[in-house]
Nanobody, 126 residues
Framework: QVQLLQSGGGSVQTGGSLRLSCVAS????????MGWFRQAPGKEREAIAV????????YYADFVKGRFNISHNLVENTAYLQMNDLKPEDTAMYYC???????????????????WGQGTQVTVSS
C-alpha cells in the first residue's frame, strides 16, 4: 500500500503562485508515476501534470503548459506542483496521485492511478 499526504494550496489572486507537495509513504519504491489532478464543482476530475519518478519524463495538460511545473524528489519520495500565473479557472480541489503501472499506462487517465491524496483546495480570485 502507498499513502499520499498532500500539503500546500490555499487562496491567491489572479497572477499569483502556489506550490503543492505530496509525500508518498509505504511501498513508495513501487511508484513509477506521480501526478496531479484537479476537480472543480460539477466537473470531472482532470489530469494536470504527471512525472515519471525514475526518470525525467513529464506530461502536462495544454491548459497549464508554461505556467505549472511538476517535479519529484526521489530521496524524499515527494512530488511538487509549482503553479504560477494562476487564473480563476484554476480554482478546484487538487489531488495528488501515484501508480506503479507501466505498460498501457495513460498519464491522463484517472483510472490508471491506484493511490490518491486527500485533496487540497486551490482558490484563485479575480
Amino acid at each position: 500500500q502507498v499513502q499520499l499526504l498532500q500539503s500546500g494550496g490555499g487562496s491567491v489572486q489572479t497572477g499569483g503562485s502556489l506550490r503543492l507537495s505530496c509525500v508518498a509513504s509505504g511501498y513508495a519504491s513501487r511508484i513509477n508515476f506521480m501526478g496531479w489532478f484537479r476537480q472543480a464543482p460539477g466537473k470531472e476530475r482532470e489530469a494536470i501534470a504527471v512525472i515519471y519518478t525514475k526518470g525525467d519524463t513529464k506530461y502536462y495538460a495544454d491548459f497549464v503548459k508554461g505556467r505549472f511545473n511538476i517535479s519529484h524528489n526521489l530521496v524524499e519520495n515527494t512530488a511538487y506542483l509549482q503553479m504560477n500565473d494562476l487564473k480563476p479557472e484554476d480554482t478546484a480541489m487538487y489531488y495528488c496521485a501515484a501508480t506503479g503501472r507501466m505498460y498501457g499506462f495513460k498519464w491522463y487517465e484517472v483510472r490508471d492511478f491506484d493511490n490518491w491524496g486527500q485533496g487540497t483546495q486551490v482558490t484563485v480570485s479575480s
